[in-house]
T-cell receptor, first 116, second 116 residues
Framework: DSGVTQTPKHLITATGQRVTLRCSPRSGDLSVYWYQQSLDQGLQFLIQYYNGEERAKGNILERFSAQQFPDLHSELNLSSLELGDSALYFC???????????????FGPGTRLTVL | AQSVTQLGSHVSVSEGALVLLRCNYSSSVPPYLFWYVQYPNQGLQLLLKYTTGATLVKGINGFEAEFKKSETSFHLTKPSAHMSDAAEYFCAVSDLDDFGNEKLTFGTGTRLTIIP
């Protein structure tokens, strides 16, 4: 158990809908990262937040957005869903942001999104 | 921009045999390199990482990897495979953006099967 929790575990929805995925980081971790894992794209970094502020952006679509709240939990919002958005969405957390030698990212179990 | 290439999307070895999973990277800065393991229906778990110092890195579950700068490689090995090693393995390289934030880029993964 990494200490990172994600809800829900599974989500099934229809095209055009909007969903929210939730992540609670490990106690004390200030950074939250979101990743998408799909069969065709592999594992891709989406976005990072550090202590409530956006820090880095990866291959995140404009239809997707995220935020980190004062209690440090994070939500990933996916809107106007398409079939191709079906994937496993991981959240990871770390203590810091940047290249500190021990800034290990701990991954949650993921949310499996199925768009029908 | 950095990239990671994992040779062989599927590798099968007999129980007790040597495990060798290959990873080559490209990076414009001194790389931090990682191996993660993903068991079925679980999130990613860090096996080992190279940041600086000794080029032979030992990780959990008897795995180790050697950073070879001249070959831009970071291959993962284990002397004797165990049935519990069956999983998907991801090599990753970190990159720093203009603000010093670290992003992980993952390879496409290698699914390791252990033959009894």
């Amino acid at each position: 158990d990494s200490g990172v929790t994600q809800t829900p575990k599974h989500l099934i929805t229809a095209t055009g809908q909007r969903v929210t995925l939730r992540c609670s980081p490990r106690s004390g971790d200030l950074s939250v990262y979101w990743y998408q894992q799909s069969l065709d794209q592999g594992l891709q970094f989406l976005i990072q937040y550090y202590n409530g502020e956006e820090r880095a952006k990866g291959n995140i679509l404009e239809r997707f957005s995220a935020q980190q709240f004062p209690d440090l939990h994070s939500e990933l919002n996916l809107s106007s869903l398409e079939l191709g958005d079906s994937a496993l969405y991981f959240c990871a957390s770390s203590a810091f942001s940047g290249r500190e030698a021990y800034n290990e990212q701990f991954f949650g179990p993921g949310t499996r999104l199925t768009v029908l | 921009a950095q990239s990671v290439t994992q040779l062989g999307s599927h590798v099968s070895v007999s129980e007790g045999a040597l495990v060798l999973l290959r990873c080559n990277y490209s990076s414009s800065v001194p790389p931090y390199l990682f191996w993660y393991v993903q068991y079925p229906n679980q999130g990613l778990q860090l096996l080992l990482k190279y940041t600086t110092g000794a080029t032979l890195v030992k990780g959990i579950n008897g795995f180790e990897a050697e950073f070879k700068k001249s070959e831009t490689s970071f291959h993962l090995t284990k002397p004797s495979a165990h049935m519990s090693d069956a999983a998907e393995y991801f090599c990753a390289v970190s990159d720093l953006d203009d603000f010093g934030n670290e992003k992980l880029t993952f390879g496409t993964g290698t699914r390791l099967t252990i033959i009894p």
